[in-house]
């Protein structure tokens, strides 16, 4: 059964970093479109970052610059950096792959076909 599992959220304070991991259990990540989303309560769920199978990036206006998703083929994981965190950017943040090679769906949640259970970063003032 495919799996995805996020991990190495946590509280911060405002002007520091997290490394979010997700590992993937049932398939090789690296060969479809992955992203990463966040939601906070009462509202739509994000795109924060993509990347294609072939390397390329996407990330929302609100995030660049600051934030870096990568993925480990060897682990088969992927990983967003998150430096210079703001108290807005606290969410659940899930991890999420599509079907397809190439996120060409852009941020539409409804692309993407799988999704971890999210891990809660929280950035403080």
């Known amino acids: 059964q495919v799996q995805l599992v996020e991990s190495g959220g946590g509280s911060v304070q405002a002007g520091g970093s997290l490394r979010l991991s997700c590992g993937a259990a049932?398939?090789?990540?690296?060969?479809?479109?992955l992203a990463w989303f966040r939601q906070t309560p009462g509202e739509e769920r994000e795109g924060v970052a993509s990347l294609d199978s072939d390397g390329g990036t996407r990330y929302a206006d609100s995030v660049k610059g600051r934030f870096t998703i990568s993925t480990d083929n060897a682990k088969n994981t992927l990983y967003l950096q998150m430096d210079s965190l703001k108290p807005e950017d606290t969410a659940m943040y899930y991890c999420?792959?599509?079907?397809?090679?190439?996120?060409?769906?852009?941020?539409?949640?409804?692309?993407?076909?799988?999704w971890g259970l999210g891990t809660q970063v929280t950035v403080s003032s």
């Open positions: 049932g398939w090789t990540l690296r060969e479809f479109c």
């Open positions: 999420a792959t599509s079907p397809m090679l190439y996120c060409s769906g852009g941020f539409r949640p409804g692309a993407f076909g799988r």
